[in-house]
Nanobody
Framework: QVQLVESGGGLVQAGGSLRLSCAAS????????LGWYRQAPGKQREVVAS???????DYADSAKGRFTISRDNAKNTVYLQMNSLKPEDTAVYYC??????????WGQGTQVTVSS
């Protein structure tokens, strides 16, 4: 069982920054693939960024150049640094843990609201 707890969401003006954190339980964090997803009202959940156990990253086009995903295996934590935020970034952000041996787990989500 893996538990994920997100934090760092909030209200920010357009152009501002936020750093999301997702802390995970368990000893298999370092070999997992981690991702950040978001879901805006009335829309489907979409991937924002992901990072493999080897540190390879991938970003949605909407996040490229503005968001950075990183991980600290010593702290069992994955981060999403979000800069130059736009109103369209407003959503609930979720972190996802995936390891083929155990499946996937999701956090409870953290609200990000960007005002214009």
């Amino acid at each position: 069982q893996v538990q994920l707890v997100e934090s760092g969401g909030g209200l920010v003006q357009a152009g501002g920054s936020l750093r999301l954190s997702c802390a995970a339980s368990g000893s298999i964090f370092s070999i997992s693939t981690l991702g950040w997803y978001r879901q805006a009202p009335g829309k489907q959940r979409e991937v924002v960024a992901s990072i493999t156990s080897g540190g390879n990253t991938d970003y949605a086009d909407s996040a490229k150049g503005r968001f950075t995903i990183s991980r600290d295996n010593a702290k069992n934590t994955v981060y999403l640094q979000m800069n130059s935020l736009k109103p369209e970034d407003t959503a609930v952000y979720y972190c996802r843990f995936f390891l083929s041996l155990v499946g996937e787990y999701w956090g409870q989500g953290t609200q990000v609201t960007v005002s214009s």
